[in-house]
């Protein structure tokens, strides 16, 4: 995938673009300016706050993994650094933090996004435990993603459409972003997805949403960290074999239950 990209941007300057790439880098073009103008346009979502629309004002619920990292949570707390929505959107490079944009870019970017950059959506760990790196690995995504969110209470995540198009440009419904709850949902811990609320998830729960359409918000009003598990990257035959076995395990504990080892071979 980066070599596409690497490609499109080469062929930008070359000028020998072909159809194809000149749409892809205006996507890229429009996720550099990420604004909630630009992505509304994008979106089939009806953005109507009195319909449901069961396509989009939903969350997928995928199965439920038995939480085996109960151990690692006080660490991943502690451990976990705040940032502001435009680091959320800089820090792309895998699983390692890149580096903040200068206050001048940050101040011109916020003139456009109308984002605060005082305020602090999240906080975020980069430091991936193996029991969580097995889980993650279950998933077999190209070009993985993986990256703790930890709420802090009185963290927003303000509405927005995500913006994944770089994973592949050419083909975004191969792209795919899971959560798994990693702690039990308690009141004053919200999921918004369209006009759907989502609340009462249990620790393992995992879902899917659609990131192309539905606009989405998080917020912890409560009194202890919400912990989420994110993964992004690119479904495979294997991603699609695991979650049949996630949908038809509930909740799906015998092989998780044996870290360390391939539930393939088991
Ligand atoms: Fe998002």
């Given at each position: ?41 994008r ?14 004002d939903?969350v ?17 707390i ?55 790196q ?18 802090m ?81 690119i ?14 395990s ?15 071979s088991?």
């Open positions: 995938m980066k070599k596409n990209k690497d490609r499109i941007i080469t062929s930008h300057i070359d000028g020998t673009m072909t159809p194809d790439e000149k749409k892809a880098t205006l996507v890229l073009q429009e996720q550099a300016n990420n604004n909630w103008d630009t992505t509304r346009r979106s089939k979502y009806h953005f109507d706050p009195y319909m449901q629309d069961p396509l989009y939903t997928i619920q995928l199965g439920s993994i038995v939480p085996c990292w109960q151990d690692n949570l006080e660490q991943i502690l451990e976990s650094k705040r940032v502001t929505w435009q680091q959320l959107a800089h820090w792309r490079t895998r699983n390692e933090p890149g580096k903040s944009k200068s206050k001048k870019d940050l101040a011109a970017e916020e003139h456009i996004t109308g984002r605060d950059e005082t305020l602090y959506p999240t906080n975020l760990s980069w430091k991936i435990p193996p029991i969580l097995y889980v993650s690995d279950l998933f077999a995504v190209d070009d993985c993603m993986a990256r703790i969110h930890v709420q209470p009185s963290q927003v995540f303000n509405m927005h459409i995500d913006q994944l198009y770089s994973w592949n440009i050419t083909n975004p419904d191969s792209i795919s972003r899971f959560q798994i709850a990693l702690t039990d949902w308690e009141p004053g811990h919200f999921c918004s997805y369209g006009n759907y609320l989502y609340t009462g998830w249990r620790a393992g729960d995992v879902t899917i949403f659609d990131w192309q359409n539905v606009p989405h918000s998080t917020a912890n009003a409560g009194r202890s960290p919400r912990v989420t598990l994110q993964i992004t990257g479904e495979t035959e294997q991603t699609r074999e695991f979650l049949r076995k996630l949908k038809n509930k909740p799906f504990v015998n092989w998780i239950s044996k870290p360390y080892v391939d539930w393939r088991i």
